[in-house]
C-alpha cells in the first residue's frame, strides 16, 4: 500500500474504535480520502510527463532550428501573372514550338520510359533547356527551411519567370520595348514597396533566370534591339542573379547547371546510373554532336567538323542533317557514352547544355575557350579543371595548329580513367532531382545554389 494511503488510514484508525453505528458514516469518509489522495497522485505524475512531452517537442523545435539557423528563405508569393500565369501562354512563347509539353510536370517535360541499354531505370525526361525558372521555383517550394515569417529569412527568392517572359516577346512577335519590359518594371515597383526589400536594399534577394546573360542585356530602348533589360536596372546590382550563364565579369552574376534530362526521384536511381555509366564500353576516343556554323564569325565547328571526319576515332553526329534526333535524349546520351572525351566548343554563346549531358554520361568534356565552364560554373566544378576536362585553346584549332587526336591520344589509360571517375563524382550535384519528391539524401544542384546564394548575402551583410 502506498506511503500516503497507509497515513490517511493511521489518521482515520481512531474512529474504528467507535460505536458501529456510526461505522457507516465512517467508511464512505475513508473511500472519498483514498479516491482524493489517488486523484493527486495522478496529478502529480500527468504533470511530469506532460512536462517531460513538452520537453521532447521543445528539444525537436531547437534542433530544426539549428539545422536551419543562417538558412531560411523567404519566397515571396507573387501573383500568377509573374510565373505560373506565364506558363499559361506556353503554345506561344516561342514561334518555332509548342512549350506546353515542356513546362508540364514542373518543368520536368514528358516521362522518357527507355528501357534499353542506353538510359537505365526511372527518372529520365524529355526536358527543355529554357525551363530552369519553373524547375528551380518548384524545388524551392520542397525546400526543408522555408519560413513565412520574412523577419526569420537569411535571403529572399522572387520566383519572376524572367526568360520565358522575355522570350515570348522576341523572335519575330510583333511586340513594342514597353510591352517587352511592362512585367518586369511592374514587378520592381511591387518589390520595392515591401518592407523586405527595404531593409537591406534587395542585397539579401536572389532571382534566376533560365537564359543566359546576354539575353537580359538591353542597354537602351532605342529601335528593336535584343533580349531584355533585367541586368541592367540599377536595383538588380543589389541582387544576387543566378542564370545558366553568367558575365563572369560581374560580381552578382553566378552561373548554374542547365537541366539535363534526369531528374532522380531517389537516391538508388544516382546510384545506379553513376555505376552505368562507370562500366559502359566507350569504342571512340572522342565525338562531337552538333553542327556547322559556317556565318558566324570566330566559330571553329568547321574545323571540329573536318578533324572528326578525317580520324578514325572520331564519331560525329551532324544535327542539321536528316534523321539525326540531336533532341532525342537516347540519342545523344547514347553517343556521350560511348566516347572517352566529348568535344564542347561555344554554341550561339560560350556555353552549352550538351556539356552537362555529356558529364551526366560519363564523358570527359574538351572546352576551347574558358568561359564555356571554367569561368562560369565555379559552384560547381574543381578549380583544377585538369582534373575532369581537357582544354584546346580555340585560336589553335581555328589557324590549324593542333590536332585534337594528338593532343588527346597523350592522355594514358590511367589518367582517362582517373578523370572519368572524377567526372562521374560530379553527377550529383549538376542535375536537379524531381521536385515532386523529396530527396534530402542527395545534394544536387539546387542545394549548391541555394549554399552559393546563403554564402554570398552573409558575406555582403554579416551575420
Known sequence: MMEKEKSILKTLAPYNSRQSSRQTHVIPLLISSILSSLFLLFLSYYSSTSSSSSLILSHSAVAHADFCSGRYLYVYDLPDKFNFGILRDCQTIFPWVDMCPYVANRGLGPHLNETGSVLTGNGWHITNQWVLEVIFHNRIRQYECLT?????????????????????????????????????????????????????????????????????????????????????????????????????????????????????????????????????????LFSFAGARRPGQAGSIRDQLFDQCLKSTRCKLLDCVSAGSNCDIPVTTMSLFQSSSFCLQPPGDTPTRRSAFDSMLAGCIPVFFTPHSAYTQYKWYLPNNYSEYSVYIPDNEVREGRVSIEEVLLKYSEEEIGNMKEKVISMIPTLIYKDPNYKLDSVRDAFDVAVDGVLRRVKSIIGN
Open 148 to 284: 513565412a515569417n520574412s523577419s526569420q529569412a537569411d535571403a529572399f527568392f522572387v520566383p519572376y519567370y524572367v526568360g520565358l517572359d522575355t522570350g515570348r516577346h522576341m523572335w519575330g512577335h510583333n511586340t513594342s520595348l514597353w510591352e517587352r519590359d511592362a512585367l518586369l518594371l511592374e514587378l520592381f515597383q511591387f518589390l520595392k514597396l515591401r518592407p523586405e526589400w527595404s531593409a537591406k536594399g534587395g542585397r539579401d534577394h536572389f532571382i534566376l533566370s533560365g537564359r543566359a546573360t546576354w539575353d537580359l542585356r538591353r542597354i537602351d530602348d532605342i529601335g528593336n534591339q535584343w533580349g531584355g533589360k533585367l541586368l541592367m536596372l540599377p536595383e538588380v546590382k543589389n541582387m544576387t542573379v543566378l542564370l545558366i550563364e553568367s558575365n563572369a565579369w560581374a560580381r552578382n552574376e553566378f552561373a548554374i547547371p542547365y537541366p539535363t534530362n534526369f531528374h532522380p526521384s531517389n537516391e538508388s536511381q544516382v546510384v545506379t546510373w553513376q555505376a552505368k555509366v562507370r562500366s559502359t564500353n566507350r569504342p571512340w
